[in-house]
């Protein structure tokens, strides 16, 4: 449906979870990358603008710092999407007495499988439904309501006549007292027509509904925004139904086209099914595109991936363009503690559905736990200054003796030094924070696996 924007924001929030620093060019290449997401999304300019510059202006305020900053960034990016995706809006019908729905849209918009799916949605839920086909226009239109309600076990009701919708309420209304909830499927045009407008003003004075519904495709993305006010000014909406949210990447413009327009969204359908059809919360919808819990989880997230002093003080010596082996150890510790490398890869979009090596994750966990030792079995100098043991090789069987592991894998770990310190020299930090993103860390990680079997010579 929208797994691309729904990947996008999670790579952003990723990012920010993952950086050592929040600078000017991540945060440059963060919005970047959602605005594309959003715009391909269909989402309106201004509102992909609007959002790019609060999440500029929360990154740079200088009031907030580390990790706060990084929730701080979250949480607005989170409050920024739920924003632009509209109030939460409910379709409830009356306790008491009986609710009426007149279903309004343009020509193959989704009204009489949405109102197939609506009554069933109801059905289930205990309300006594009926369908009413008004659709005198498209030929063979009651018969599609009549068989979707034969299937599903739905009472419809329709008359022969075609002479005109408003002659064939007349017939069918006495019928309707016994119910609770009655939804009216109307006819559907290319275009909001004079006749077409007329028609529906007449039904609506005669149906009196409590609830107009416009349904509207999902792929016709931000002219939603359009076509919601052109109904509007004919008729009261009272809120709307996205259909076909399953077919298109547009459904993002289509929603927060609703939410310009004030137009508020009860349903989204999914599906041809007839159990294709959800009750749209902003909340609920932005957490299973980013397939991950509400916003507290998404916090806890950041909070695991990110200890604030060990952040601080490698901000420190990349600051200085210098780095020991210490910092490089206690940096890969890290990473292999936010909650066990295989579970941060799988939080990475895309690669969650790659295979994951667990053998090779494993095995440089273990890696790891060696280059501890090796470090721990170092002088203070050679830890702060690891030229020393490439100066003299004599070092190098000393330190893996005493951390009784092979002398190669001493070299991998110097190795991975000079990968991070090179890093850090061209760099001046910014491709650390990339090098924090999990992504880039499995590739990282992949060449630790080669590391020991390296080309290293001194
Ligand atoms: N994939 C998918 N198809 C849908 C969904 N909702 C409706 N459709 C399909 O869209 C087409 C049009 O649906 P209808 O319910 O007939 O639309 P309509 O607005 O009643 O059309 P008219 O009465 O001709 O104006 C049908 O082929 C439906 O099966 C959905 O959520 N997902
Ligand atoms: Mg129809």
Redesign the pocket.
């Known amino acids: 449906m929208l797994e691309k924007l729904g990947n996008a924001i999670k790579k952003a929030t990723d990012k920010i979870s993952n950086a050592i620093f929040l600078d000017k060019n991540l945060v440059d290449t963060i919005v970047r990358e959602l605005q594309r997401a959003l715009i391909e999304a269909d989402v309106s300019i201004p509102l992909v603008k609007e959002l790019s510059e609060k999440i500029r202006k929360a990154a740079f305020d200088e009031k907030i710092t580390g990790i706060e900053k990084k929730e701080h960034l979250i949480k607005i990016l989170h409050d920024e999407l739920i924003h632009i995706l509209g109030e939460k809006k409910e379709l409830i019908p009356k306790e008491k007495g009986q609710t009426r729905i007149m279903m309004c849209?343009?020509?193959?918009?989704?009204?009489?499988?949405?109102t197939a799916k609506l009554g069933n949605y109801f059905q289930k839920r205990g309300k006594k439904v009926a369908l009413v086909g008004l659709?005198v226009w498209?030929p063979a239109?009651k018969e599609?309501l009549e068989q979707l309600g034969k299937e599903h076990n739905l009472n419809v009701y329709t008359v022969p006549e075609n002479d005109s919708a408003i002659n064939n309420w007349k017939q069918i209304e006495p019928k309707l007292e016994k119910y609770d909830l009655v939804i009216v499927?109307t006819?559907?045009r290319h275009d909001l027509d004079s006749e077409l407008v007329e028609e529906i003003e007449t039904l609506n004075k005669k149906i009196k509904p409590d609830k107009t519904i416009l349904?509207m495709?999902a792929d016709i993305g931000q002219a939603a925004k359009n076509q919601a006010e052109k109904f509007s000014n004919s008729l009261n909406i009272t809120g709307v139904i996205i259909?076909?949210?399953?077919?298109t990447a547009k459904g993002g413009g289509a929603l927060t086209a609703c939410a310009e327009t004030n137009s508020g969204v009860y349903f989204i359908?999914?599906?041809?099914k007839i159990n294709?059809i959800e009750k749209f919360n902003p909340e609920q919808f932005l957490s299973r595109l980013l397939g991950m819990g509400d916003l507290e989880s998404l916090m806890e997230k950041i909070r695991s991936v990110t200890d604030e002093k060990q952040q601080q003080k490698i901000q420190e010596k990349l600051q200085e363009g210098k780095i020991t082996l210490t910092d490089v150890v206690e940096q890969i510790k890290s990473m292999n503690s936010l909650g066990g490398m295989d579970k941060m890869l799988s939080m990475v979009p895309g690669l969650g559905k790659a295979k994951i090596d667990k053998a090779q994750l494993d095995e440089q966990q273990k890696k790891v736990a060696k280059w501890e030792h090796l470090v721990n079995s170092m002088t203070k100098e050679e830890r702060e200054n690891p030229e020393l043991i490439k100066k003299e090789t004599t070092r190098i069987g000393r330190i893996a003796k005493g951390a009784g592991v092979n002398n190669s894998e001493l070299r991998a770990l110097l190795k991975q030094y000079d990968m991070l310190a090179g890093m850090v020299k061209g760099t001046q930090g910014m491709d650390m924070s990339e090098g924090m993103n999990p992504k880039q860390m499995e590739k990282l990680m992949k060449k630790f696996a080669r590391g020991g079997r390296g080309k290293m010579r001194f």
């Open positions: 849209g343009l020509y193959a918009a989704g009204k009489t499988t949405t659709d498209r239109a599609q499927d006819a559907g349904v495709p259909s076909r949210m399953d077919s359908t999914t599906g041809e294709d």
